[in-house]
């Protein structure tokens, strides 16, 4: 009897003790559709469940050190703290000038001076690591699970072009390939942000934001349990040398046994999900602006939006003129005036100005300092490419240098890694740039993750499967891709798509051309991307020649903003179609894309209040089907609120312009 009471007694002690290491707690979104639990104790775990259906199912999370010490194991909760949060932010070059930040937080601190903040906003949820601890920490692994409890269909993009062969240096331009979670290949990476099909349905789309000083994240299969994806993050590189795509890439040849070290005092990067009941609502969400650190420049007027007349996917294909046309003077100055006649704000020199590996030895056929001066005269700015390795090799000096000068940025290209010195030279060069009051535009780049916030200077990232692909390949799945792209890739931030193709091909007539590209779909697809794609700094990729030659929808392209004082989301089915609405002072653009599917939609404009209105519209033509370069532009009069049909041909496209009478 002393024995059973014995050993009674034990079990119910060891019951306790399990019962107060193991707690939990609860956290709803505003509007109380987004439940989060967490549990701590042996181990952190946190479940999210969306109007009572299970999205993630118990996923770990946590950080290791060096040392061993694991923050997420053997958790001692000293405090949790709760709060609501309401705040307007005022953006600059964004998609909306104002951005309502509401949103219910955790704050669960934890024995050994770290904790975890966990956010529930009414479209998604994050949580994120913070240490007060006065060392260096050096983080030797990051614990981030996404299991669900069902087999969802993943639309993940991943490695396939490997720079230089090493394993986590590539392009992050990819096509979203289409798997069951159980069938994603366990020895492929696939990169931020990627989408899963969820029951009745619903989408989530899984993200990170204001990830600074630390490695952005990959995630691969997570084999401890059915239907699950983990972290994994590029070790820090230690030795470096040229190498990759004609040697002009800084190539890791050896990788430490960490991911990061770093202030023993910070935030870490925020692991998001955002869950939509419709397909649209993906189209204008904010979550990576609100969870990014705000802006860092006192004075950002000098961050000028606008487009930009573009050299080198047209290959300086100009004609009807009187002197040899490529990289040099004339022809820059044909681009700058083409640009001045259609108030187009900037002209990017791309590779060729300078030498590849030293900014400051110039192509003796480019008198530089002449086409400054002589875009100042006419208000366009000039904009110079470089590889990282090139601008990173002396940043301060090169841009104090082509400031004074009068360039007005730099496009960035090659940078092809996302570990941590990676990431923290983006920041540094954005700091750096902002202090010379000079643009970026960051390519051969991971998506973005919240620093076009934070340093509003860098007013366009690549980290995108663009058009640029064209030119060597015409793989047939480009129209549902670009549909596919706002729901997707544009939720992390801008993309350079480079748009503005005036060779336009109906399906299966594409053929790759490097010297004269097409594009797939039709023209009216092009111009939508203009009204639908998010890019501060928008190119345009066709040549001066023959946007003069279509000089109606060039028109219509000058007038197009680059950012908006609001957007609405008005219908969308991913990688089916989308139509979004944006708003300039008094004036509205309506941009819609479709696949390869032909269909007849119905836009609600309800969007622009009362009233009568004239709509500029461009539409595909009756034979854009046959002939992609077929439209059709007219002027009519509709009120709101009203309907307005529209066909769209196999790769289709519309524009709406409309202003209140």
Known sequence: MKKFALLLYFSLSVICIYAQQNKEYKLFSGNNKFEVTVNAGKDLSWTIKHGGQVILAPSFISLRLNTGEVLGENVKITSAKRKGFAEVISSVAYKNSEIS??????????????????????????YRFFTKRTEELVIQSEQAEYNFNKDHKAFIPHISDLRGGEKYTCSFEEFYTETPLSKFSKDTLGYLP????LDNNKKAVLLEADG????????????????????????????????GYIRINYMVTKRADYIAKVNGTRNFPWRVIVVSEQDKDLLNNDIVQKLSEPNKIPNAAWVKPGKVAW????????????????????????????????????VVLDEGWSDDWDLNTLNPAIDLRELVEYGGQKNVGLILWSTWYALSRNI???????????????????????????????????????????????????????????????????????????????????????????????????????????RNTAEGIARPVSSMPVSQGTR??????????????????????????????????????????????????????????????????VGGMTNWSERELSIDLSFLGEGNYTAEVFRDGLNAGKDATDYKKEIIQVTAPGKLAIHLAPGGGFVIRLSKL
Not at 220 to 240: D, I, S
Not at 319 to 341: E, L, M
Not at 458 to 484: I, T
Request: aromatic share 14%.
């Open 311 to 346: 050299d080198w996917w047209n290959d300086w294909n100009i004609s009807h003129v009187d002197f040899k046309a490529g990289i040099n003077t004339p022809t820059y100055k044909y681009y700058i005036d083409f640009a001045a006649k259609n108030n187009i704000e900037y």
């Open 101 to 126: 930040n509401s949103y219910n937080e955790l704050v669960l601190t934890c024995k050994g001076e770290y904790g975890i903040i966990f956010r529930a906003y009414n479209e998604g949820v994050a």
């Open 396 to 502: 301060e000096g090169l841009c104090a240098k082509y400031a004074a000068m009068g360039v007005k940025g730099f496009k960035v290209d090659f940078l092809d890694r996302n570990d941590q010195k990676m990431v923290a030279s983006c920041y540094e060069m954005a700091s750096v740039a902002a202090k010379y009051q000079l643009l970026l535009d960051f390519h051969g780049m991971f998506p973005p993750q919240g620093l076009q916030r934070t340093w509003p200077n860098v007013v366009n990232f690549e980290g995108v499967r663009g058009m640029e692909y064209s030119k060597w390949s015409a793989d047939e799945r480009v129209p549902k891709h670009e549909v596919s792209l706002p729901f997707i890739r544009m939720m992390a931030g801008p993309m350079d798509y480079t748009p503005g193709a005036m």
């Open 524 to 589: 009216c697809h092009q111009l939508a991307m203009y009204v639908i794609y998010e890019a501060p700094l928008q190119m345009l990729a066709d040549n001066p020649t023959i946007y003069m030659k279509e000089q109606e929808c060039t028109d219509l392209i000058s007038k197009i903003p680059t950012v908006f004082d609001q957007t609405v989301a008005l219908d969308g089915e991913f990688g089916e179609y989308a139509v979004i609405a944006r708003k300039k002072k008094d004036v509205w653009y």
């Open 194 to 197: 990627l989408l899963i099909e």
């Open 212 to 243: 600074q000083a630390y490695p952005g994240m990959f995630v691969q299969l997570n084999q401890q349990v059915p239907y699950g994806l983990k972290a994994t993050f590029a070790p820090y590189p230690l030795e470096e040398a040229l190498g």
